[in-house]
């Protein structure tokens, strides 16, 4: 079976995906058969303790529908957004010789955008919490 495994790469044929094929199918059964052994093998009583939502030790109150703050939700976006272009740094770091002064001024100019609407929402107040 391993010489089954040791297939050449520049190979296009169905056998060179065998690997691939196996990996999933036995990711696939371990997942459905580690399913079926915790529903087998796990506790089948149902209590009103065991049924509680669990929220850190706290008990719950209220309704869980009431209106939420858009704050967090905007916070949440905006650490989205400056997080994703910390992502783009990245090539830029990897190949900064190679793009050379073109590059330079190609990540400048992706700064200043990002620092111009840094500083819109600084003057919008999106990131004051007081009101």
Request: hydrophobic content about 55%; proline content about 3%; glycine content about 6%.
């Amino acid at each position: 079976m391993f010489h089954l495994l040791q297939t050449n790469i520049t190979d296009t044929n169905a056998m060179s995906y065998l690997p691939v094929g196996m990996q999933i199918f036995i990711a696939v059964g371990l997942v459905a058969f580690l399913m079926l052994a915790t529903h087998l093998l796990g506790p089948k009583r149902k209590t009103a303790d065991k049924l509680q939502n669990f929220a850190s030790g706290i008990d719950s109150h209220g309704d869980a529908r009431q209106p939420f703050a858009i704050k967090y939700f905007l916070t949440a976006i905006l650490f989205v957004l400056f997080d994703v272009e910390v992502i783009f740094f990245y090539p830029y770091a990897v190949n900064f010789k190679d793009l050379g002064w073109a590059g330079f001024w190609a990540v400048l100019m992706f700064i200043s955008f990002f620092l111009c609407g840094f500083i819109y929402i600084l003057k919008k107040g999106a990131l004051k919490w007081e009101d």
